[in-house]
């Protein structure tokens, strides 16, 4: 688990640290907010899964993943996509070198990856689509969620495209109190 590895500091630290900070918002996004979101979209994803049953450890793996999938931004900082993408081996050392400092990095099972990787993606385009204001950074960033969900199992996909498209219509507002049209009973884990 990566959250035992985290100290105290390290945990209060994603309070405090920017997203975005090289793209136009119109507000801040912490990386707390963003770890946390991406924990509830994947905990969602994996329920639509239709192929994969989660354990209650693959839920606590899930889980762990998904809070800490960035963690090592506390000390490197949000390095912009474009970068990451010239220089991945810079960025991969990064990742080591934090979780090395921390007692080494847990591997973690394909399926759980890919979920996260999803919602991450899923969360990045939901708030730059709200916040943002570059419209064809908006675009890029539903091109890579369409990209990811097109090989998902048809639920899923279908899930995220509506929540996209009611976003992009505009009838979707990030307001307290609704449930959303999407709700549907929750699903006992296995």
């Given at each position: 688990m990566r959250i035992y590895d985290l100290t105290g500091q390290d945990i209060l630290a994603t309070q405090h640290l920017t997203r975005w900070h090289m793209v136009r918002t119109r507000r801040a996004q912490t990386l707390a907010e963003h770890l946390g979101t991406v924990a509830m979209l994947s905990v969602k994803i994996a329920a639509l899964w239709d192929t994969v049953t989660l354990s209650l450890d693959d839920m606590a793996n899930l889980l762990d993943?998904?809070?800490?999938?960035?963690?090592?931004?506390?000390?490197?900082?949000?390095?912009?996509?474009?970068?990451?993408?010239?220089?991945?081996?810079?960025?991969?050392?990064?990742?080591?070198?934090?979780?090395?400092?921390?007692?080494?990095?847990?591997?973690?099972?394909?399926?759980?990856?890919?979920?996260?990787a999803i919602a991450d993606k899923l969360e990045a385009a939901l708030f730059y689509q709200l916040e943002g204001e570059d419209p064809g950074l908006k675009a890029a960033c539903w091109q890579k969620v369409r990209e990811l969900v097109s090989s998902a199992p048809l639920p899923v996909a279908l899930w995220a495209s509506q929540l996209m498209k009611s976003v992009e219509i505009g009838t979707f507002t990030p307001q307290p109190g609704g449930a959303g049209d999407d709700h549907q009973p929750r699903q006992p884990v296995a």
């Open positions: 993943y998904a809070l800490t999938h960035d963690a090592h931004e506390i000390e490197f900082g949000d390095p912009p996509s474009p970068a990451v993408r010239i220089f991945p081996e810079a960025h991969a050392a990064a990742i080591t070198h934090f979780w090395k400092r921390r007692g080494g990095l847990s591997p973690v099972a394909p399926h759980i990856e890919r979920i996260v």
